[in-house]
C-alpha cells in the first residue's frame, strides 16, 4: 500500500444512516484507538450518515480497511485529514453491521514518512431498542396496547414497560410491565434487521389503571437486553389511557317483612360487568368501624332499569337477604351498610342508601302470672310479676 493511492475498493451499498466514529493515535511508536459505532451521536452530527477520524497532529492522511460481518477487505487509501488531524463527513453511506478496521497513519510534509503498524478495532452494532405503539383496541370492557419492540440485530424478545403521564424520565408512572414476545410480521423482523418472528406485544390496560389515569398519555419504553438506552417506542405519548367507568354501583331499597321474617332487598353490580358480584354487610357503620356480618353474591334476576343503571346487558343484580331472629336481637336498631366488591381490583364501594335503614329490632314476649297477698285484715292485693 503507497501513501499515493487514491481509490475506493468494493464498497457495499448502505441501507440505513449510521455514524462510525474512529480515533486512533500513537503510542509506543504503534498505532492504538478505539472505535464505536452509533445512530445519532449528539457530540457528532444532528442528521445525515457520517465518519469521524482523528489521528491528531502532525499526521495528514490516514488509509482505512475495513472488514463487515466477515467479509472483505473493503478499502480507502490517502484519507485526508485536516489541520488538526481529524477527518469527518456525512457524506458517506454506512451499512450496519460488525467492523473490524485496520489503519495506517502517514504524514507526506515537510518529508513523507508512515506508521505501517497496524490496528484493529472492533466495533460492533448498535443493537438499540425501537419499535411501535400501533393502537389501543377496545374488545368489550377491556383495552389493549398493542405494537412491537425489539432490539436491532437481536432474534429475542425483549421487556417493555408501560408508563402514563410522561416517560421515565418525564415525571411517568409505570403501570405495567410485558415481553414483546407474540408472533410478528416478516415486516417487522425486516425493520429489526434481524431473523426473529416475535417481536409483538398486546397488554391489556388494567381497570385500576383506567379509574385512575384516564385521559393521561401513554409511554413505552423498550428495555435494552444489553444495557444501552430504553429508548421510546415512537408513538409514545399519542395515544391516552381510555376512558371507562367500572365502579361499584347499587341500592338497599327496603327491609321487607313476611310474615314474622325480615330481609334485606336491592341490588349491586360492577359497571359495565354484566356477571353478578359479592356485596359484604355491615351493621352500625361501614367497614372499619362496623361490625361485619355476612357476605352474599348479589345474583337474584333483575330488570332491564337495573341493567341500563350498570351499564351493562346483565340481567341477575339483586339480592334478598333474610334477618334472621339471632341477628335481630344482637343488632336491632343498628343501620345497615353495604359494600359493593369490585371485581376489577376498584374500591370496594358502598351501594346507595347505606346508613338508612336499620336491623328490625325484636320484640321478645312477657309472661305474667297472679299472685293474692293478703293483709292482716284479710284483704287480697293482686300483684302482677314478670317472669
Not at 159 to 167: A, N, R, T
Not at 170 to 199: K, L, R
Amino acid at each position: 500500500m503507497t501513501h499515493d493511492q487514491h481509490d475506493k475498493e468494493r464498497r457495499p451499498a448502505a441501507s440505513r444512516l449510521r455514524c462510525i466514529l474512529l480515533f486512533l493515535f500513537l503510542a509506543g511508536g504503534a498505532v492504538e484507538g478505539f472505535g464505536q459505532y452509533l445512530d445519532v451521536s449528539p457530540n457528532v452530527v444532528t442528521q445525515g450518515e457520517c465518519i469521524w477520524l482523528s489521528a491528531g497532529s502532525p499526521y495528514d492522511t490516514i488509509a482505512l480497511q475495513y472488514w463487515l460481518n466477515g467479509s472483505g477487505p473493503y478499502e480507502w487509501y490517502d484519507i485526508p485529514l485536516d489541520g488538526n488531524g481529524q477527518y469527518y463527513t456525512c457524506t458517506e453511506s454506512w451499512l450496519t453491521g460488525f467492523y473490524e478496521f485496520t489503519a495506517i497513519l502517514y504524514y507526506s510534509s515537510p518529508a513523507w514518512f508512515s506508521i505501517y503498524s497496524t490496528l484493529t478495532i472492533n466495533s460492533p452494532p448498535l443493537q438499540e431498542v425501537m419499535g411501535v405503539i400501533d393502537s389501543v383496541p377496545q374488545e368489550g370492557n377491556q383495552f389493549f396496547l398493542c405494537g412491537w419492540a425489539c432490539a436491532r440485530f437481536h432474534p429475542n424478545p425483549i421487556d417493555v414497560h408501560v408508563y402514563v403521564g410522561g416517560p421515565s424520565w418525564g415525571g411517568g408512572t409505570m403501570v405495567a410491565a410485558a415481553t414483546a414476545n407474540q408472533p410478528s410480521e416478516p415486516e417487522v423482523a425486516a425493520a429489526c434487521e434481524t431473523t426473529g418472528s416475535n417481536f409483538r406485544f398486546r397488554i391489556q390496560i388494567p381497570p385500576t389503571v383506567i379509574q385512575q389515569f384516564a385521559g393521561q398519555p401513554i409511554y413505552i419504553h423498550g428495555i435494552s437486553p444489553f444495557g444501552l438506552g430504553n429508548n421510546l417506542l415512537d408513538n409514545s405519548g399519542v395515544f391516552n389511557v381510555p376512558s371507562l367507568d367500572q365502579s361499584i354501583t347499587g341500592n338497599i331499597e327496603q327491609v321487607a317483612q313476611q310474615g314474622n321474617q325480615f330481609f334485606i332487598q336491592g341490588w349491586a353490580c360492577a359497571k359495565t360487568h354484566p356477571n353478578p358480584i359479592d356485596i359484604r354487610i355491615y351493621f352500625g357503620g361501614p367497614a372499619g368501624t362496623g361490625a361485619y356480618w355476612q357476605s352474599v353474591t348479589a345474583n337474584a334476576p333483575s330488570d332491564s332499569g337495573v341493567a341500563a343503571a350498570c351499564n351493562s346487558t346483565g340481567s341477575n343484580y339483586r339480592f334478598w337477604v333474610e334477618i334472621p331472629d339471632s341477628t335481630r336481637q344482637q343488632f336491632g336498631g343498628q343501620t345497615i351498610f353495604i359494600h359493593g366488591v369490585s371485581p376489577f381490583g376498584l374500591a370496594d364501594l358502598l351501594i346507595g342508601n347505606s346508613g338508612v335503614h336499620t336491623v328490625p329490632a325484636i320484640d321478645l314476649p312477657v309472661f305474667w302470672k297472679k299472685d293474692h297477698i293478703r293483709t292482716p285484715g284479710g284483704a287480697v292485693i293482686v300483684t302482677a310479676v314478670p317472669q
